[in-house]
C-alpha cells in the first residue's frame, strides 16, 4: 500500500510541478483538461508547447558551448512537435521517409536533418540524397551500397555499436549485437568499406547506447568514449571529423522510485568535454550533437480518457478506460519495460478529492495485457469522470497498435498561450477543433 501512495503522490507532485493547478481542475497549455477534452472528445493526447520549449531551453543552456540538440521525432513525430522544436532552433534526427516528409512538412531544410536507422530503403535513401540532407547515419554494408549505387555526392557519418563497458539506460541499443551500427571491433573494416566509394564522404561518428538514462554519471561516461572513438576514428582516416552525435537517451523520471536526470552535473562536465575536443587536434573544431527525444517532449504531454465502466471483479475494482494500450503502450508496460510499474495517473478534474481506494485502471481491449495502472489510489471515479496519464509526450500514440481492436484513434492537440491546436483528429464522429489541421 506504502507503494500505492507513493504512486498517486509522485502523479499530483509531478502535475503541480509541469502544470497547474486551478480548484478541481488541472490546466494544461492554460487551459482546463476538462475544457480541452469538451472540444476534442476522448480519449486525447494533450501536449503542453511551453513545457516542450521549458525542457528545449534547459538543455540548450547545460550544453551551451559544447553542442547543438537535435529532436528525435520518433518520440514524437506530430508536424505541430517538430515545428515547435525547430521554431527553438534544434535540428531533426530522423528514422523514416515518412519523418523526413514531416519534417520538411513542418519547415526543415534537407541540411537541418539527419538520418539513422538500421534498415533504410533504397526509395527512401532516393529522395533525401538528391534533397541535400545533412547527414545519413550507415549502419551496415548494405546501406554504403545503396548509397554508391545512387551515385551522388553525400555526406555520412558512422554509426557505431560501443563496446559492452559503456552501457546504461532501461533499454540499451549497444554494446551487445543489435542490428544498429557497426560493431566497435569491426570499425577499421567498415571504415575502409566506405572511404572506397568516391560519392560517400565520411564526416563523422554516430553512437547511440541506450534510452531512459537517468544516471547522469552513466551518460557522461558514455558522452567521453564517443569522443575517445572520434579520435581514434580521425586518426583512421588520417583527417579531422566534422560531427559527433552523442545520441539521445536522457530519461524523464516516470516512477515514484526514479529520480530525474541530474542535469548540473551533466553541465558541470561541459568543460571536461569541451577540454577533450579541444585537446585532440582532429576534434578541435568538430561539432557535436546530442539528439534525444523522450527528454524533450515526454514531460509534456498527457493521455486523458474518459470512464467507460467500473465495475468490481474479486475484491478488485476496474475502471474501464475507452482507450488503453492501443493508444498508450508504454504506459500498459509492454513496451520493453523488464518490470511493470505504474505511469503516473491523476484524475485531472478531481484534483482537490482524495483518494478513495485502489484501482486498476484498463482499457477496452480484450486482453488482460491492456492494463495501464495496478492498483492506482484514485478518488472514488465513475463513468464520464477523466483519468490522465502523466508523462506520455514521448512514445504514445506513435508507438502504440493504434488499429488493434479497430477502435477510434485518440486525437492529439498541442496547447500553448491557452489556445488548441490540432495535429490530428480522426476519430468518426468527432468534428476536428478549430487550429491547425492535418498536414
Ligand atoms: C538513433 C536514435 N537517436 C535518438 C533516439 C531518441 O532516444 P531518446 O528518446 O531516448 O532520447 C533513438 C531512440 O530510439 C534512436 O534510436
Not at 513525430?77 to 523526413?100: D, K, T
Not at 555526406?155 to 533499454?171: D, E, H, L
Not at 477523466?386 to 479497430?406: C, D, E, I, M
Amino acid at each position: 500500500m506504502a507503494d500505492q501512495a507513493n504512486t498517486a503522490e509522485h502523479g499530483y507532485e509531478l502535475a503541480r510541478r509541469l502544470f497547474e493547478l486551478r480548484g478541481d481542475d488541472l490546466c494544461v497549455g492554460g487551459l482546463p483538461v476538462r475544457s480541452i477534452v469538451s472540444q476534442t472528445g476522448s480519449p486525447v493526447f494533450i501536449y503542453d508547447g511551453s513545457v516542450m520549449r521549458t525542457a528545449y531551453r534547459r538543455l540548450s543552456k547545460v550544453l551551451e558551448g559544447f553542442a547543438s540538440i537535435y529532436y528525435s521525432a520518433k518520440a514524437n513525430p506530430a508536424q505541430a512537435v517538430i515545428r515547435l522544436f525547430l521554431q527553438e532552433g534544434a535540428g531533426i534526427e530522423i528514422a523514416s521517409l515518412g519523418e523526413y516528409r514531416t519534417a520538411i512538412a513542418a519547415g526543415a531544410s534537407p541540411k537541418q536533418i539527419i538520418f539513422a536507422g538500421p534498415g533504410k530503403r533504397r526509395q527512401e535513401l532516393e529522395t533525401v540524397v538528391p534533397d541535400g540532407i545533412d547527414e545519413i547515419h550507415v549502419e551496415g554494408l548494405d546501406e554504403i551500397e545503396r548509397l554508391r549505387s545512387i551515385g551522388l555526392p553525400v555526406r555520412v557519418s558512422i554509426r557505431v555499436n560501443p563496446v559492452p563497458t559503456v552501457q546504461a539506460g532501461a533499454m540499451r541499443m549497444g554494446g551487445k549485437p543489435t542490428a544498429f551500427g557497426f560493431d566497435e571491433e569491426d570499425l577499421e573494416a567498415a571504415i575502409a568499406a566506405i572511404t572506397a566509394v568516391p560519392n560517400i564522404e565520411l564526416v563523422g561518428i554516430h553512437v547511440y547506447g541506450g534510452t531512459q538514462i537517468l544516471d547522469a554519471s552513466a551518460l557522461l561516461a558514455q558522452w567521453r568514449h564517443s569522443i575517445d572513438l572520434a579520435g581514434r576514428v580521425a586518426r583512421m582516416i588520417g583527417r579531422p571529423l566534422e560531427t559527433i552525435d552523442l545520441g539521445g537517451g536522457l530519461g524523464i523520471p516516470y516512477y515514484s522510485i526514479d529520480k530525474p536526470l541530474d542535469l548540473d552535473a551533466v553541465a558541470a562536465a561541459v568543460p571536461e568535454l569541451t577540454g577533450m575536443l579541444k585537446a585532440d587536434a582532429l576534434l578541435a573544431d568538430t561539432r557535436v550533437i546530442v539528439e534525444p527525444g523522450r527528454y524533450l517532449a515526454g514531460e509534456a504531454g498527457l493521455y486523458v480518457s474518459e470512464i467507460n465502466a467500473v465495475k468490481q471483479s474479486r475484491g478488485t475494482r476496474f475502471v474501464v478506460m475507452e482507450g488503453g494500450m492501443n493508444h498508450h503502450l508504454a504506459a500498459s508496460g509492454n513496451l520493453g519495460q523488464v518490470i511493470k510499474r505504474n505511469y503516473p495517473v491523476v484524475a485531472p478534474a478531481r484534483m482537490t478529492a482524495t483518494a478513495s481506494g485502489p484501482v486498476t485502471l484498463v482499457g477496452p481491449l480484450c486482453t488482460p495485457l491492456d492494463t495501464l495502472a495496478r492498483d492506482a489510489l484514485m478518488p472514488d471515479l465513475g463513468v464520464g469522470d477523466l483519468v490522465a496519464v502523466l508523462q506520455s509526450g514521448a512514445y504514445g500514440a506513435t508507438a502504440s497498435p493504434l488499429n488493434f481492436l479497430s477502435h477510434p484513434h485518440p486525437a492529439e492537440v498541442l496547447v500553448e498561450d491557452g489556445q488548441i491546436k490540432t495535429i490530428s483528429c480522426d476519430r468518426a464522429g468527432k468534428p476536428a477543433p478549430t487550429g491547425e489541421g492535418m498536414p
